[in-house]
């Protein structure tokens, strides 16, 4: 149910992503690199761009009580149209063999793919049905974002947005219950994020 839900949402996202604008790296009066979007009648401004995946990849905790991490990470940029984000992943296993995936993506210059991501929470839908339960949530004033769970098939997921530009996403088919998920998310050092 997670995977058909986010393929959905993730075609939703990415149909709405064209652009017309030309977009061409160049280096701000700060010496900070951005993209100069020209427009088509020539004005020019210099946009935001997210933040290197290898520093988001530096947010993983070393370790996690019962669960330590594994070969399994990756890290990439990418740039749809005039929009760019970056992502990290990373893998942890417990001593059952027990997997949960932790994918952080900063979508600084890319507000309509985070608005996207929590188009879910904003909906403000609850879906139930026999053994699968979809629902928003709320942690404190600066984490929000929608919940999956799929107790037939084992699956787990949450899914959080912070500060209109982080969106971290835990996934687990193997974890007893969805509180290990959220126990993670509340943990995450997001104070740390720039």
């Known amino acids: 149910m997670v995977r058909y839900f986010m393929f959905f949402m993730l075609c939703f996202v990415l149909s709405g992503c064209g652009s017309e604008n030309s977009t061409n790296e160049v280096i701000a009066s700060d010496g900070v690199t951005g993209s100069d979007t020209s427009d088509i009648e020539g004005e020019s401004t210099v946009r935001k761009l997210a933040l290197p995946a290898d520093t988001l990849f530096q947010m993983f905790p070393p370790i996690i009580e019962g669960y330590s991490r594994t070969s399994e990470n990756s890290r990439h940029i990418d740039n749809i149209g005039a929009s760019q984000f970056s992502t990290a992943r990373q893998q942890y296993k417990g001593a059952k063999g027990e997997l949960i995936d932790i994918i952080l993506t900063d979508y600084n210059a890319a507000p309509a793919l985070y608005e996207g991501a929590l188009s879910f929470y904003f909906s403000g839908m609850k879906l139930e049905e026999k053994g699968r339960r979809m629902e928003s949530f709320e942690v404190g004033e600066q984490i929000i974002g929608w919940s999956a769970i799929d107790t037939e098939q084992n699956e787990y997921a949450v899914f959080a947005g912070y500060d209109n530009r982080y969106y971290l996403s835990l996934n687990s088919n193997s974890v007893d219950?969805?509180?290990?998920?959220?126990?993670?998310?509340?943990?995450?050092?997001?104070?740390?994020?720039?």
């Open 177 to 194: 219950d969805i509180n290990v998920l959220f126990n993670l998310l509340e943990n995450f050092p997001f104070e740390n994020l720039p």
